[in-house]
């Protein structure tokens, strides 16, 4: 390379003029040749290109510039001169095929007795024992060569024994500078090795020159060597074997690089070469190799970060986190048109088909005639849970599952009534899965039937249980009758039912309480009805109740309207029964209660004393005839007469002056007072309604207190009596009435 300068003129003889040349130098001049065999490997002679042109020698010219490079190959032989400075560099260099050219130079250096610049024999060996790193075409070349001079010096050292030379040492002849180790008959380098005698220490001939060392016998002579044979034979063998597997290596990235193989290389195989391997090729070809590997590499981890998704043994993933069949197809592509496969792939490819023929397996199964049972369902579903890879059937079989568990679940409830809101949620959840098969439409429209029958019943029942005219009892029992022979289960036939269990139970009681010798009282009519009241039934015995009561109270409401005097809040039977207890503390308390509650024109609303108890306990039961009530009347009459009488006695002692209070104000005796012919009591005329003005003291006068009732005339209440009769209820007034009645008539008589 000419860096930089004055151009320098260049003549050549290419390699196969090279003899040309060296016989025309010769014929000119021979005298120096003789002198000097390597003359034409110095740098001094020149001979006139146009001389050797003349002669056939091939000559070319070049003239070199700064920045231009000039290439001489091997046996080719060059001159020149500067046309003026320069600065230059030259450089050798040694490709494959050079190997054998620079043996012949070697060679041709002894038999002209030209010192080598370098030894061959250790550049092969050099090669050799770092065959690791060659290039093939080297490493085939070095190959050659190592064999050939492994032939040369075996062949050497056995004639130089045979000549009686024995072994020396081991040399290391690299390390000794090269004029040291030069043969001193042919001046080429030893490197392999040299041969000394004792009487000259300091000079080697080769293996070849053994004759010429000296005249000693070859006995005295000793034999330098770097190797052992074997060690050569050994290096031999190495550089063969690392060839080979070159050779297998490029056959592989001939494979991957056409990408016409039929079979995906395993990355182990790859490996093995990738480090030294890489090296050793073509420049376009490593760059393909490097990101064939690269990407080798990207889908390995890629594989791994799948296995470890599809191994997962987490819960959580959810579906989208689920490896997909596409994203192992996809790697399964892109692994196959790179043409490298590792073991990752061969696990995921395994995973696949298993995958796959559990898809299979689940599509078999999904298009067999009949819906299976949900255990042969649920047996596949938790299959799925051993790889977490989304298969899209999947979501499939679980509507199948769902749909087996439905028709279990129909074909169980089949033979009890379910309620119509259970049938609509069996048909509603049905329809998700009707499209899967005919058993489920099926199954569906059957489940329709049973709703609309039960909703024809429902129906009925409504209509039984609001409509009116009211349906009698037996239109009832035969409704619910006709519902059990039909199956039919329902809330509100159930209700139809219990209501005719009530009605049944109080019919009894009705029936019984007529059966009784007398009729019954009002009050236990009125609770009986009132039972009876809200049944949405047609029933004789309440509409008979109904009549009844109507007619008690209107008979009531008849007597009341005789008895009460106008503007009265007493009962009837307040009126007309006996009363006890009319003593008079008690009576001057309720003189002033009434006082209190009495708006001051009205009449008195209270009377003396309460009512006997036992005329109300002897009233309060059916079981006590109209002659018991009679006894207790009279009795209670006989107490009430008593009462009166001493309350009587006590009003006449009554002091007339401060000691004493009277009427109702409960204040002092004055003048001009009116006393009752009754109870005795005095009473101031401005204390009274009216202030007394209807008072006629020379008239029988009864104060309010003892007047309870206007005074009906004996007839009116005969008649009243008479109507009581034609009732079908016992009432205590009209038992009261009665006994007051007879004891009337008794005094009259007794009177008369
Ligand atoms: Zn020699
Ligand atoms: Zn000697
Ligand atoms: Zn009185
Ligand atoms: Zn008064």
């Given at each position: 390379?000419?860096?930089?300068?004055?151009?320098?003129?260049?003549?050549?003889?290419?390699g196969?003029?090279?003899?040309?040349?060296?016989?025309?130098?010769?014929?000119?001049?021979?005298?120096?040749?003789?002198k000097t065999?390597?003359?034409?490997?110095?740098?001094?002679t020149?001979?006139?290109?146009?001389?050797?042109?003349?002669?056939?020698?091939?000559?070319v010219?070049?003239?070199?510039h700064?920045?231009?490079?000039?290439?001489?190959f091997?046996?080719?032989?060059?001159?020149?001169?500067?046309?003026?400075?320069?600065?230059?560099?030259?450089?050798?260099?040694?490709?494959a095929?050079?190997?054998?050219?620079?043996?012949?130079?070697?060679?041709?250096?002894?038999?002209?007795?030209?010192?080598?610049?370098?030894?061959?024999?250790e550049?092969?060996c050099?090669?050799a024992?770092?065959?690791q790193?060659?290039?093939?075409?080297?490493?085939?070349?070095?190959?050659?060569?190592?064999d050939?001079i492994?032939?040369?010096?075996?062949?050497g050292?056995?004639?130089?024994h045979?000549?009686?030379?024995?072994?020396g040492?081991r040399?290391?002849?690299?390390?000794m500078?090269?004029?040291?180790?030069?043969?001193?008959?042919?001046?080429?380098?030893?490197?392999l090795?040299?041969?000394?005698?004792?009487?000259?220490?300091?000079?080697?001939?080769c293996?070849?020159?053994?004759d010429?060392?000296c005249?000693?016998?070859?006995?005295?002579?000793?034999?330098?060597?770097?190797y052992?044979t074997?060690?050569?034979?050994?290096?031999?063998?190495?550089?063969?074997?690392?060839?080979?597997?070159?050779?297998?290596?490029?056959?592989?990235?001939?494979?991957?690089?056409?990408?016409?193989?039929?079979a995906?290389?395993?990355?182990?195989?790859?490996?093995?070469?990738?480090?030294s391997?890489?090296?050793?090729?073509?420049?376009?070809?490593?760059?393909?190799?490097?990101?064939?590997?690269s990407?080798?590499?990207e889908?390995?981890?890629?594989a791994?970060?799948?296995?470890?998704?599809?191994?997962?043994?987490?819960?959580?993933?959810?579906?989208?986190?689920?490896v997909?069949?596409?994203?192992?197809?996809?790697?399964?592509?892109?692994?196959?048109?790179?043409?490298?496969?590792?073991?990752?792939?061969?696990e995921?490819?395994?995973?696949?088909?298993?995958?796959?023929?559990?898809?299979?397996?689940?599509?078999n199964l999904l298009?067999?005639?009949?819906?299976?049972t949900?255990?042969?369902?649920?047996?596949?579903i938790?299959?799925?849970?051993?790889?977490?890879?989304?298969?899209?059937?999947f979501?499939r079989?679980?509507?199948?599952?769902e749909?087996?568990?439905?028709?279990?679940?129909?074909?169980?409830?089949s033979?009890?009534?379910?309620?119509?809101?259970?049938?609509?949620?069996?048909?509603?959840?049905?329809q998700?899965?009707?499209?899967?098969?005919?058993?489920?439409?099926?199954?569906?429209?059957?489940?329709?039937?049973?709703?609309?029958?039960?909703?024809?019943?429902?129906?009925?029942c409504?209509?039984?249980?609001k409509?009116?005219?009211?349906?009698?009892?037996?239109?009832?029992?035969?409704?619910?009758?006709?519902?059990?022979?039909?199956?039919?289960?329902?809330?509100?036939?159930?209700k139809?039912?219990?209501?005719?269990?009530?009605c049944?139970?109080?019919?009894?009681?009705?029936?019984?309480?007529?059966?009784?010798?007398?009729?019954?009282?009002?009050?236990?009519?009125?609770?009986?009805?009132?039972?009876?009241?809200?049944?949405h039934?047609?029933?004789?015995?309440?509409?008979?109740?109904?009549?009844?009561?109507?007619?008690a109270?209107?008979?009531l409401?008849?007597a009341?309207?005789?008895?009460?005097r106008?503007?009265?809040n007493?009962?009837?039977?307040?009126?007309?029964?006996?009363?006890?207890s009319v003593?008079?503390?008690?009576?001057?308390?309720?003189r002033q209660?009434?006082?209190?509650?009495?708006?001051?024109d009205?009449?008195?609303?209270?009377?003396?004393?309460?009512?006997?108890?036992?005329?109300?306990?002897?009233?309060?039961?059916?079981?006590?005839?109209?002659?018991?009530?009679?006894?207790?009347?009279?009795?209670?009459?006989?107490?009430?007469?008593?009462?009166?009488?001493?309350?009587?006695?006590?009003?006449?002692?009554?002091?007339?002056?401060?000691?004493?209070?009277?009427c109702?104000?409960?204040?002092?005796?004055?003048d001009?007072?009116?006393?009752?012919?009754?109870c005795?009591?005095?009473?101031?005329?401005?204390?009274?309604?009216?202030h007394?003005?209807?008072?006629?003291?020379?008239?029988?006068?009864?104060?309010?207190?003892?007047?309870r009732?206007?005074?009906?005339?004996?007839?009116?209440?005969?008649?009243?009596?008479g109507?009581?009769?034609?009732?079908?209820?016992?009432?205590?007034?009209?038992?009261?009435?009665?006994?007051?009645?007879?004891?009337?008539?008794?005094?009259?008589?007794?009177?008369?």
């Amino acid at each position: 390379m000419n860096f930089r300068g004055e151009p320098k003129t260049w003549y050549g003889v290419p390699g196969d003029g090279a003899e040309k040349l060296e016989n025309c130098m010769k014929s000119y001049a021979p005298e120096l040749f003789f002198k000097t065999p390597d003359l034409l490997h110095h740098l001094v002679t020149i001979m006139n290109p146009a001389i050797l042109v003349k002669d056939g020698v091939p000559v070319v010219k070049t003239d070199q510039h700064a920045g231009e490079f000039v290439i001489t190959f091997p046996r080719a032989y060059h001159a020149g001169f500067n046309h003026g400075f320069n600065f230059a560099e030259a450089n050798n260099f040694c490709p494959a095929d050079w190997l054998p050219m620079g043996r012949c130079a070697i060679d041709h250096y002894k038999d002209v007795k030209r010192y080598s610049v370098f030894s061959h024999d250790e550049l092969i060996c050099k090669l050799a024992s770092e065959c690791q790193y060659l290039d093939p075409a080297i490493g085939d070349a070095t190959k050659f060569e190592l064999d050939y001079i492994v032939k040369q010096e075996k062949y050497g050292r056995k004639s130089a024994h045979e000549k009686g030379v024995s072994d020396g040492d081991r040399v290391c002849f690299e390390l000794m500078p090269d004029d040291e180790r030069q043969c001193d008959a042919c001046k080429t380098t030893c490197f392999l090795s040299a041969v000394s005698c004792s009487c000259k220490p300091n000079i080697l001939v080769c293996i070849n020159h053994v004759d010429q060392l000296c005249s000693c016998s070859p006995k005295n002579y000793s034999l330098w060597y770097r190797y052992t044979t074997d060690e050569m034979t050994n290096m031999l063998d190495a550089l063969r074997e690392r060839l080979e597997l070159c050779q297998k290596w490029k056959l592989l990235v001939n494979r991957l690089i056409s990408s016409d193989q039929q079979a995906l290389i395993d990355f182990n195989d790859i490996e093995k070469h990738s480090t030294s391997g890489i090296l050793c090729l073509r420049d376009d070809i490593r760059i393909k190799m490097e990101e064939k590997l690269s990407e080798a590499m990207e889908c390995r981890q890629l594989a791994k970060s799948l296995l470890k998704r599809i191994d997962s043994k987490e819960n959580e993933i959810d579906n989208e986190n689920q490896v997909s069949l596409n994203d192992i197809n996809q790697l399964k592509t892109r692994v196959k048109t790179l043409g490298i496969t590792f073991n990752e792939m061969n696990e995921i490819q395994n995973i696949l088909s298993d995958c796959l023929g559990y898809q299979d397996e689940i599509k078999n199964l999904l298009q067999s005639d009949k819906i299976q049972t949900p255990d042969v369902y649920s047996k596949y579903i938790d299959e799925n849970t051993r790889y977490r890879i989304n298969l899209p059937i999947f979501e499939r079989l679980k509507l199948f599952y769902e749909a087996s568990v439905w028709l279990e679940l129909v074909r169980k409830s089949s033979n009890r009534t379910n309620p119509p809101s259970k049938l609509r949620s069996l048909i509603q959840t049905g329809q998700n899965f009707q499209v899967l098969h005919e058993d489920i439409r099926k199954e569906i429209h059957q489940l329709q039937i049973q709703l609309q029958q039960l909703e024809v019943w429902d129906d009925k029942c409504r209509q039984l249980t609001k409509d009116e005219p009211k349906p009698s009892l037996s239109t009832l029992e035969q409704f619910v009758k006709s519902a059990d022979e039909a199956n039919i289960h329902l809330s509100s036939i159930e209700k139809i039912k219990s209501l005719i269990t009530d009605c049944q139970q109080w019919i009894e009681k009705f029936e019984q309480m007529q059966q009784g010798e007398h009729y019954p009282f009002l009050s236990s009519y009125e609770q009986l009805y009132e039972q009876a009241r809200h049944f949405h039934i047609d029933l004789d015995a309440l509409k008979f109740l109904e009549q009844t009561i109507i007619q008690a109270r209107t008979w009531l409401e008849k007597a009341q309207g005789i008895f009460r005097r106008s503007e009265s809040n007493l009962t009837l039977m307040e009126m007309i029964a006996p009363r006890v207890s009319v003593a008079p503390k008690i009576l001057s308390k309720k003189r002033q209660s009434a006082k209190r509650m009495a708006n001051n024109d009205g009449p008195i609303n209270e009377s003396i004393g309460i009512l006997d108890e036992t005329i109300g306990r002897v009233l309060s039961s059916n079981e006590n005839d109209p002659e018991n009530v009679y006894k207790v009347y009279r009795e209670a009459s006989m107490k009430e007469i008593e009462c009166l009488n001493e309350l009587r006695d006590h009003n006449k002692k009554k002091p007339k002056d401060q000691s004493s209070t009277y009427c109702i104000c409960e204040k002092p005796y004055s003048d001009s007072m009116v006393q009752c012919d009754l109870c005795n009591e005095y009473y101031h005329r401005m204390c009274l309604p009216y202030h007394g003005t209807d008072v006629n003291t020379s008239n029988w006068w009864i104060c309010d207190f003892c007047t309870r009732s206007r005074r009906p005339r004996l007839q009116d209440i005969v008649k009243l009596l008479g109507s009581l009769q034609k009732l079908t209820v016992r009432l205590p007034e009209g038992e009261i009435l009665q006994c007051l009645t007879e004891r009337a008539i008794t005094w009259q008589e007794k009177a008369e």
